[in-house]
Structures are given as C-alpha cells and as structure tokens.
C-alpha cells in the first residue's frame, strides 16, 4: 500500500510547523517531523537544510555529515552547509579531513578569522606546525595588537628551531612588556637553545626579580651555572629552588653532587640524608652517601651503604666490589668472604677472586677450607707455579715443613733454572735451620747468576750463623794464596768485607789494590764510596781532589767532595763546585738547584736571581722558580718585571695562592683598586676566611664606592669572625647608607645568631627597630642587652618607653623595677610605677609606691590625696582616715576636699553645720559622697530611719 502524498501547502504548513518546534527547543519532534517529510520529498533543499539545523543542534555528527554530502550535491561552494560538514568532522577526530574543509572556508572568505583560529586547533591536533604557522601568520595580519597570538607563534617558532626568528620576535615583544614572565621564558629557551649561558644566567635574574620564586627561571639558572661550572653560586640557586619544594629529590641530588665536586664530604652524606628521609630506597642517594663516607674515612657507615645498594640492586657487581674493597680496610674478613663468594659465582673461572678468597680464608684461619679450595683450583692448573707458591704459604700456617718442602722439590723439578723458586726453596730450608741444603741452593743460585751478590752475602751470612768464619775467610785466602798477584781478588775481598761493614780492613785491602793500580781512579772512587759511608769529610775532600788531579772532568769525584764541602758547611767551597758541576752537565737541573740552595745559605740575592733566570732558561715552565724570582724582583723594587712574571704563572696556574698574594701587592702599590678586589676574591676562593685579604678588599670597595659588595664582604667578615664588634658596627653604617630595610633586618638576624658584645650596637639596632615601628622586636633587642648586664640603665629606660607604648604593663614594670634599683629616690621612676599599678589594679603595690614617694617628698599634698584615693579602692578604710588626718594637719587647700575630709572623719564641729549643710545642697553630696562613705563611717547608727539627708547626720563622734 503505497504512502498518501502531502500536498505541498501542507508540505510548507509542516515545514513552518518544524520550525516552531526548533525554536521551541523540541528537537526530537522536529527531527521526527522532518524525516516524514523527507520520505515523501527526500531531495527538498529546504528540507534537508531544516534537517542539517536540528542535527547540529542535536550534535548527530555523522548523520549531519551524510546531510552536508547530500546538500553540497545541489548547493556547490555553500558557506555556511561546508562550516556544518567542518563542525561534525572535527568533532568526530577526523581532523585531517576537516582541514580540508576549513581550507575551503578560508578560501571562501578568508577575512572570517573564526575560520582560521578553528582550523589552527586542528592543525595544533594533527601536529602540523608549518601549517599552525601559516594560520597565526594570517590571524596576526588581520589583528595586529593581539599579544597572545604573537606569543603563541613565537613558542611555535621555537619548537620549530627557527631561533633567529623567534628571538627577534620576543625582543619586539619584550620592548612592549620589558617585565612580561612569559616573554622572558621564551628568549630563556631560546639561549639554552644557543648554549649562551652567561645570557641563560642574565635572563633567569630578570625574571627572578620580577618572580623571585619562579622554579623555571631557578632551575634554568642552575643549568647554566652548572654548564659554566659556577659551583660558588650554584649552591645559593639550589638553596633557593629547595626554599620553594623543599623536596625536590632532582635538586637534592645535584645539591650533594655539588658538595662531592667541593670535596665537602660531610655535606655531600647530609644531603644524601635529606633525600632518603623522602625516598627511603633513593638508589643514587645512597651511592652518594656510601661515596662520602668512603672519603670521610667513615667505613663502617661506608659499608651499610653498600649492602643497602647491594639490596637495592643485587645484580651490580660494582657494590659488591666496593664492600669488598671497604671489608679489606675493615679487615671484616667474613663480609669479604661473602662479596667473594658473590663474585666468584657471577665469574666462576676467575682465579685472581678465588686466590683472593683462599687469602681471606687464610686471614680466618680457616686454612684447611683454603688448601681444600685451592686444591681444588689446582686440579685444573696442576703446574700452576703461582698456586704452587700459595700452597707453600697456606702449608706454612698449618706448620706442614713436609709439604713446603716436597712443593719447592716439585718447583726445581718443574723449571730447575727458575732463580725464584730456588730462593723460596733456600728460606725454606732456613726456616727449618737447614742451613747446609741452604747453602746448596744459593751455589745454585749463584751458578745461575754468578755476578749476583746479593746470593753471595746470603750465603756468607749462612757462614756466619754456622759459625764458619774460617771457612769463609780461607774462601778468599785460598784464592789470594793460588794467585797472589791478582789485585782483583784482593778488591772482591774487600767488597765482601764493605758488605760485612768490616770498613777500616776494606780501607787496608783498597789501598793495596790502589797501590797496584796507582792510575786507575775506579778503587779510589770505592774508597771514597767507603769514606763517604764512614762520614769522613775531610778525606773525601782529600781522595775526590786526588781523583781530580787525574781526571779533571769526573762528575763522581765533583759531586762528592762539593757534597763533602756542603756537609762542612764551607759554602763558598760548595759553590765552586757546583759550578763546575753545571759546566759539566749543564742540562742536569739537579746541580742548579744544588747551587741555589746554597746561594741561599750565602744570601747574596742578586746571585739568587741569576741562577733562578738560568734554571728557567731550562725549564721556563718551572713555576716555583719563577714565583722566587718574581718575590726578588718586587724586592729590588723591579715592580715591572716581577708583574711580568706573576702574569706567566698566572696564566698556567690562575689559582696559585702565593703568586696571586704577590699580585695582590703589586695592585695594592699601585692602588689599582678594581684589580686588588678581583685578586682578593681570587684568594678568597681558596683562603676564603683569610681575614687580611677581606679587610684589603673592602678597603679597595670603599676606595670605588661599591657599597653594595662592601656590605657582602662585611657581612662575610661578621660571619667569619662574629665576636669583632668593629666589623659589626662598619656594616651596620654601610647597610645605613644603603638603605635597603630587608638588609638591614637580614643583618639584624645575623647580629642576633652571633650575639657579639656591643652595648652601642644592640641600642643603635633597637633604635632601627622603633624607627620600622617594631617595638616588638626592639623589646627583644633591650633584652639581649639585659641578659648580659641586666641593671643597664640605657637599655632599662628604652625598654620601659617601648613596652609602655605597646602598652605592655608588666613588661614596663619589671624595667622600673630595676631603674628602682639603680635609683631607688627617683620620683618619676616611682609615679609611672604607680600608674602602671593602677592599670593593672594592684592597689596594695600601687600604695607602697606612694609611700616610697612621701618618704621623698612627705609633704606632697597630691602624693597624699592620691594615696587616700588608692586606700578607698583597696578598702583600706582606717589606713585612708589616717592619711586624711595628716593632709588635714598640713592644711586645706580647697572646700570641697575639706568637705570629704569632714565627712570621712565623722565628725562636724557646730560652728560649721550650716555651712556644711549648705555646701552638701550645693554639691549634692548626699548622692556623692554619702554611697562612698555611709558603709566606712562610723556612726551612722544614729542616722533617723525616716531621714536620708546626709546633712542632718549628727553632728557629734560616734
């Protein structure tokens, strides 16, 4: 059955209908409305354009897509169908497509900047940065003033790398927002990028002065300084960037790095410290501490590093050879013995370890598990001369002679030309007294290496134990006897003799040879070796001159008797012979410095500075020599030559101390004040509390009215030496001029922390604080000075001022207290005690100082009246009708008071009655006077019951 058609009024009634409902906000309906109408006319524009609005509305993208498709067949290039299709395809994240669509709308109407800035976010979304460009290249065309967009195309331009461009284009920015945060981190990324790190540095400071708690710029700052290696400073950025996150673990870890490049060890563990307070199992934390502790010779915390790491990281092998190496200082064998064990089972074939192992058993006494293993080892290296020998020593703790000797058999049979094992196989055989088979072995020995003595003087001490004297001496008359001519043998009998130190028959048989061999100098150069071990000067002179005479260039023979001549302390003597020494080797430094040394000892400098100017013509880089020659310079007063020097070491070594002290000199006697604070911060760096130089410094600041670093290097002379009172009371006049209040409260901190003895001082910074309106702290201040002296009047009286103004009344009172002690008849000491009493309503107190007050003046009609006062309000009522006794007996001053007077007292003479009366009506004192007094007077009984005038009060004592 086929759909009745809609007319097409009612089409267009329907239509209208729809609308309604879209404007109604019934979206569904209309929806429902239109899809009836669209089955009968599925091509009606109107009625798809109707649909494409409520799909919008209902946010149906991909139905609203088919649509847009649908109308864009009939209606090519509409604006307004393709921003719809736009819309949908970038809500459905099919931006590359809805990129396409948005070209077609800028294409369309390219001054519609909305079309652009939807179609930047995609190409935000899609990554495509050339793109992005484009668009903001556009949108800042069309609007020129707007800052954000600049900003945002310059953070473009950096991620582009195109630095050139992006750091022209913040400096335009800059020039219209010099203070604008965000402008400054983006030309700071830009000369990270450029790796200018002095300007890294100059930026992060601008905009820490702007945010001085800005984590970026701090930690860029860092960057920089760590790149520049600015350690100084470095530390201060940390401190700051931990004031901010205490807990940055990153920047903890870079703080102890620091302190371990510093050698400051200690810090260095303290830091590693903080960091495992927030992460128990900080891998690098640890390290660093164990690290510090290794360097702070703290080995036993060293090692619970180690096994904590080795915790944390089992597999690293590395910890585990660092406890090793730290149980070796500790000569903790069993926790060796572990690390051992470890590293053997990662390299199981690893002989050093296992050898190593089988020492630490040996160590432990655990000898037998040590043969066991190396016995073990040995069956793979059964030949193994190295084991063999270890064997030897592990038998030798077990006392198995047996063994030892049967390995050392096997060593001979193994290499018999081996000198080595037949050593070891000779002090075996001493060890167990074998003297004779020792014997044996050094004949082999010398067989072996006949022209090695050392075998030789073994084998004659072998003699000598046995006590074989004769044997050993008939050796060499046997030998003298068969050639008796043989001068040689004669000579190896005394080197035999100079090795038993039989000297004075050595010296007998040398002169023998000598006499055989008059021309030959090498027995004279033995005797004077001989003569030289005996210490006889006077004949080396005598024996090294007769070699002289024979051989006037024999180095030996100048050597020793120059030595002869210095020993004697005949030091022109000396000299001449080191002259002839450098003329014989001229390149050997060893004689030129012989020389100076006793140039030296002459004291002639000008000949002091000519050997030093030869010694450098040989080695020019010899910077002790040319510090010496430098200081003789300055000394002759050749102020040119000695900077010319000090500029030479400096430029090698720019931190040498002593050359920079003579720098320091020079700049000082020229009064070069810009370069005499450069080498004082340059000494500084390694003599940082050399008090001298500081003082030198901040001479030359003030010299250059650099006020700002004179206060730094007063403040860093206060720290080092905070009981100086002077250096106190300097900085404090300079931080005056400055005038900057949160130096002067830093200062004011430091003064507190060092507390050094300064009455002026303390007053001069409570005087500051009053001036801030700090009472408070000034308090604080008098305080200080109160501990130390704590009746000091100055302090007393400025404290009482400040606690009254702050209306501190106990405060204020414990001041006059002791002023009272200093002066105890002060009056107005006295009458502010009293007010202060008052206020606090201590009237008994506040009495006792009236009482003070009339022992001063007793005759003060006011003191009186307000005692009397004072009385009523404690209820002392007969001590205040005693008191108005004695003021009445001094005389009335007023009516009215008399009047009071009368009434206390109770009593009325009659003469008076009507004039009382009279006055009571004038002065209302019934309703005055009589609620004070009618419970304190005495009397009253009489009072008529029917009457409450106080004038008809009887006029006689109770």
């Known amino acids: 059955m086929m759909a009745k058609e809609i007319s097409p009024d009612n089409v267009e009634l329907i239509k209208e209908k729809v609308k309604k409902l879209i404007k109604e906000g019934r979206l569904d309906d209309a929806n429902k409305g239109i899809n009836k109408l669209l089955k009968i006319h599925p091509d009606n524009l109107d009625l798809l354009q109707l649909k494409a609005i409520v799909l919008e509305k209902l946010e149906l993208w991909d139905d609203l897509i088919k649509i847009t498709n649908q109308i864009g067949e009939y209606k090519i290039g509409d604006e307004v169908n393709i921003y719809r299709r736009a819309k949908s395809l970038a809500n459905l994240k099919m931006h590359t497509e809805a990129v396409d669509d948005y070209n077609k709308l800028v294409a369309l109407n390219p001054d519609n900047m909305d079309y652009w800035m939807e179609k930047l976010e995609l190409h935000k979304k899609l990554g495509e940065n050339n793109e992005q460009l484009h668009c903001y290249e556009n949108l800042i065309a069309e609007k020129p003033f707007n800052m954000e967009l600049k900003a945002n195309r310059i953070k473009l331009l950096i991620k582009l790398k195109r630095f050139e461009e992006a750091k022209n284009g913040v400096e335009r920015l800059l020039k219209e927002d010099p203070e604008n945060v965000e402008y400054l981190q983006m030309q700071l990324k830009i000369y990270v990028d450029y790796l200018q790190w002095n300007d890294v540095i100059s930026i992060t400071n601008r905009i820490l002065d702007i945010e001085p708690k800005n984590e970026d710029a701090l930690k860029m700052k860092a960057l920089a300084m760590e790149k520049l290696g600015s350690d100084g400073e470095l530390m201060k950025v940390y401190e700051q960037l931990l004031k901010i996150k205490p807990e940055d673990v990153e920047i903890l870890l870079k703080k102890a790095a620091l302190h371990e490049r510093q050698e400051e060890y200690q810090k260095a563990a303290d830091t590693a410290t903080e960091i495992l307070k927030i992460q128990k199992d900080n891998k690098e934390a640890?390290?660093?501490?164990?690290?510090?502790?290794?360097?702070?010779?703290?080995?036993?915390?060293?090692?619970?590093?180690?096994?904590?790491l080795m915790k944390l990281d089992p597999d690293n092998l590395e910890f585990c050879r660092g406890l090793l190496n730290l149980n070796k200082s500790l000569k903790d064998y069993p926790s060796q013995l572990q690390c051992l064990d470890k590293l053997i089972e990662a390299s199981p074939a690893d002989i050093n370890l296992i050898t190593e192992k089988i020492s630490v058993l040996m160590e432990l006494d655990k000898n037998k598990e040590a043969l066991k293993t190396l016995d073990s080892l040995m069956e793979y290296s059964p030949k193994n001369t190295r084991l063999m020998f270890l064997k030897i020593k592990i038998l030798e703790k077990l006392k198995s002679q047996e063994g030892v000797m049967e390995i050392t058999k096997t060593y001979v049979e193994l290499d018999p030309i081996n000198a080595e094992v037949w050593k070891i196989r000779a002090r075996f055989c001493k060890e167990a007294s074998m003297w004779h088979e020792a014997i044996e072995c050094y004949n082999q020995l010398i067989q072996l290496e006949p022209d090695n003595k050392e075998y030789l003087r073994e084998k004659m001490i072998l003699h000598n134990k046995l006590g074989e004297y004769n044997e050993l001496l008939q050796c060499f008359n046997k030998l003298i006897y068969s050639d008796p001519k043989n001068w040689k043998l004669?000579?190896?009998?005394?080197?035999?003799?100079?090795?038993?130190?039989?000297?004075?028959?050595?010296?007998?048989?040398?002169?023998?040879?000598?006499?055989?061999?008059?021309?030959?100098i090498k027995y004279r150069m033995i005797k004077l070796d001989i003569l030289e071990k005996l210490d006889r000067q006077d004949e080396i002179i005598t024996v090294s001159s007769e070699i002289i005479e024979r051989d006037k260039s024999n180095k030996n023979a100048w050597r020793k008797r120059t030595e002869a001549y210095e020993g004697l302390e005949q030091w022109p003597e000396a000299l001449e012979g080191y002259n002839k020494l450098v003329s014989l080797e001229p390149d050997n430094m060893k004689w030129l410095e012989k020389k100076y040394s006793i140039i030296l000892n002459l004291g002639d400098k000008k000949e002091q500075l000519d050997c030093l100017s030869d010694m450098l013509k040989h080695e020019p880089k010899n910077n002790s020599w040319r510090f010496a020659?430098?200081?003789?310079?300055?000394?002759?007063?050749?102020?040119?030559?000695?900077?010319?020097?000090?500029?030479?070491?400096?430029?090698?070594?720019?931190?040498?101390?002593?050359a920079l002290k003579l720098q320091l000199k020079l700049f000082e006697r020229d009064g070069d004040n810009k370069n005499l604070v450069k080498t004082c911060v340059a000494i500084l760096k390694h003599e940082p509390e050399n008090r001298e130089v500081l003082i030198k410094k901040s001479e030359a600041q003030y010299r250059l009215d650099d006020l700002g670093g004179l206060a730094k290097t007063y403040a860093r002379l206060t720290e080092l030496f905070p009981e100086d009172v002077e250096l106190w009371e300097r900085q404090l006049k300079i931080l005056k001029k400055l005038g900057k209040k949160s130096a002067l409260l830093q200062f004011i901190d430091n003064v507190r922390a060092a507390e050094p003895e300064s009455e002026e001082l303390y007053l001069e910074i409570a005087k500051i604080q009053e001036k801030l309106n700090r009472l408070d702290d000034a308090i604080i201040w008098y305080d200080l000075l109160l501990k130390r002296d704590p009746l000091n009047e100055r302090a007393l009286r400025s404290k009482y001022e400040a606690a009254a103004s702050l209306k501190k009344p106990k405060e204020a009172l414990m001041c006059l207290n002791s002023l009272l002690e200093l002066y105890p008849t002060n009056k107005e000491f006295l009458e502010n005690k009293c007010k202060i009493h008052e206020a606090l309503g201590e009237y008994d107190e506040k009495i006792s100082c009236f009482d003070k007050l009339l022992e001063i003046s007793p005759n003060d009609e006011k003191i009186l009246k307000q005692k009397i006062r004072t009385l009523e309000k404690a209820h002392r009522e007969e001590e205040a009708v005693e008191t108005q006794k004695v003021l009445m007996q001094k005389g009335i001053s007023h009516l009215e008071d008399y009047l009071r007077e009368v009434l206390l007292l109770g009593q009325v003479e009659p003469e008076h009655e009507n004039e009382i009366k009279q006055l009571c009506r004038k002065y209302d004192i019934n309703k005055i006077v009589y609620k004070e007094t009618h419970d304190r007077i005495s009397g009253l009984k009489t009072l008529s019951p029917d009457k409450d005038e106080f004038w008809d009060l009887p006029t006689t004592k109770t």
């Open 490 to 520: 004669h000579a190896e009998k005394t080197k035999v003799l100079i090795k038993l130190e039989r000297f004075g028959e050595a010296l007998a048989g040398l002169d023998l040879v000598i006499a055989e061999n008059p021309k030959d």
């Open 286 to 308: 640890w390290f660093k501490f164990t690290i510090a502790m290794e360097y702070l010779r703290r080995h036993d915390l060293a090692a619970k590093g180690y096994k904590r």
């Open 629 to 658: 020659r430098a200081e003789l310079y300055f000394e002759f007063g050749d102020f040119d030559k000695s900077s010319s020097d000090l500029q030479k070491i400096l430029q090698s070594w720019p931190d040498d101390l002593d």
